[in-house]
């Protein structure tokens, strides 16, 4: 097994890092004004900048270790958990393993519907989202959920925490992990 986790390029403020710039105050003040639709239908810029970058790393790894989609496992947190969802949509030739969703959000959302229409069955997910995240809303995740839930098998774990992973989240993750291998 070979595990890898891309560094997102961008350093944030705060210490964090990001896949693309973002606006955490705006984006935050937007979900508290009610704006939940508009801001699932927008595309954030340097989606398909970031999709390209984490694709080209995925298909050098797939040919350097001459492995199937079925055996990757994509996941990530928050911005990853998004660009990760984007990601395997995209990957059309054969269903990849799992998905791996930590506090993520359905953005550009038509777009995301007619991708998922287009999938084989046979990815896996596991989401996990906080109650009171204030950055990314639960009812994000729901949205999420609700478009996924077509062509996907989800394990769906709430939780009464904010923009976290729980202990119950990473415990299931390893367990997805070993049944993959």
């Not at 595309?43 to 390209?52: K, M, Q, V, W, Y």
């Not at 229409?117 to 046979?122: I, T, V, Y």
Request: with cysteine; glycine share 6%; proline share 4%.
């Amino acid at each position: 097994m070979k595990i890898v986790f891309p560094e997102a390029p961008i350093l944030m403020e705060h210490g964090g890092r990001a896949w693309w710039n973002i606006n955490l105050q705006e984006l935050m003040m937007r979900a508290m004004q009610g704006q939940l639709l508009e801001i699932i239908s927008e595309t954030p810029h340097g989606l398909e900048d970031a999709r390209n970058a984490l694709m080209d790393t995925l298909n050098q790894l797939k040919s350097q270790h001459n492995l199937p989609w079925s055996k990757f496992v994509l996941g990530g947190f928050s911005q990853g958990a998004i660009l990760s969802t984007d990601v395997c949509l995209h990957i059309t030739e054969e269903p990849i393993a799992a998905l791996v969703i930590f506090s993520g959000s359905v953005v550009t959302v038509d777009r995301w519907r007619e991708l998922v229409k287009q999938r084989k069955p046979g990815t896996k997910v596991l989401q996990s989202h906080g109650k009171q995240d204030m950055v990314l809303p639960y009812i994000l995740s729901t949205h999420l959920r609700q478009i996924l839930q077509s062509h996907f098998e989800i394990d769906f774990i709430e939780f009464e925490g904010q923009h976290s992973i729980p202990n119950k989240a990473i415990t299931k993750l390893v367990s997805l992990i070993k049944s993959i291998q």
